[in-house]
């Protein structure tokens, strides 16, 4: 049994997170993933979303583009190595 427990800090900044879709759910790998939600959030409030389709995409094209957009987190299922190494 895995006990995860993340604490963020949210400041009154904006952050982005881009979490990785399965469907309408999270992605249960990273490299599976089929979409992406890039959430912005200022403090704990949500500014805005939008979703980027990831089907022209090989995998390891992915974190260029979230890396352009912005994002600072990465949500999803899990992540091997190989794609941490990208990060």
């Known amino acids: 049994l895995w006990d995860f427990r993340v604490r963020i800090h949210f400041s009154e900044s904006i952050m ?3 979490i990785m879709l399965y469907g ?3 992605s ?3 490299g599976y993933s089929q979409g992406v939600m890039v ?3 200022s403090g704990h409030q ?6 980027l389709e990831t089907d022209d ?3 390891e094209q992915i974190p260029v ?3 352009k957009e912005g994002v600072e987190i ?3 299922g899990g992540m091997n190595y190989y794609f941490q190494n990208l990060f």
């Open 24 to 26: 309408t759910r999270v």
């Open 57 to 59: 995409y090989y995998p």
């Open 39 to 41: 959430v912005e959030v």
């Open 28 to 30: 249960p790998r990273f």
């Open 74 to 76: 990465v949500i999803s």
């Open 46 to 51: 949500e500014i805005r979303r939008k979703t």
């Open 16 to 18: 982005k997170l881009a």
């Open 65 to 67: 583009v979230l890396s």
